[in-house]
């Protein structure tokens, strides 16, 4: 059974970062590409970054760029999204997930999503 465990979520005042981690299990870690999302309240789900099966490739949100770094350890069946400069507009529960797409495009099919981490982050 796939199971993505996201952690490294918290509370952070405006300019602080924060690392998320997804850590994958019941998978072929690096057969699979990743991407991390976000909700926030009142909001629909919007994609953030996307990371290839072997990290050669990312792709980021406009929103996010300069900001957040997208990563993976296969070794560790996780990937990794360093938040800096973090904003309150970044305030969301964030989710990773899996797709058998290698490289991003928009309308991807993800098949697999964790539980979510909570970040908030107070002006």
């Known amino acids: 059974q796939v199971q993505l465990v996201e952690s490294g979520g918290g509370f952070v005042q405006a300019g602080g970062s924060l690392r998320l981690s997804c850590v994958a299990s019941g998978l072929s870690f690096s057969t699979f590409a990743m991407a991390w999302f976000r909700q926030a309240p009142g909001k629909e789900r919007e994609f953030v970054a996307h990371?290839?099966?072997?990290?050669?490739?990312?792709y980021l949100t406009d929103s996010v760029k300069g900001r957040f770094t997208i990563s993976r350890d296969n070794a560790k069946n996780t990937m990794y999204l360093q938040m800096n400069s973090l904003e309150p507009e970044d305030t969301a529960v964030y989710y990773c997930?899996?797709?058998?797409?290698?490289?991003?495009?928009?309308?991807?099919?993800?098949?697999?999503w964790g539980q979510g981490t909570q970040v908030t982050v107070s002006s």
């Open positions: 990371i290839s099966r072997f990290g050669a490739s990312t």
């Open positions: 997930a899996t797709t058998p797409s290698n490289y991003y495009r928009a309308g991807l099919r993800y098949d697999n």
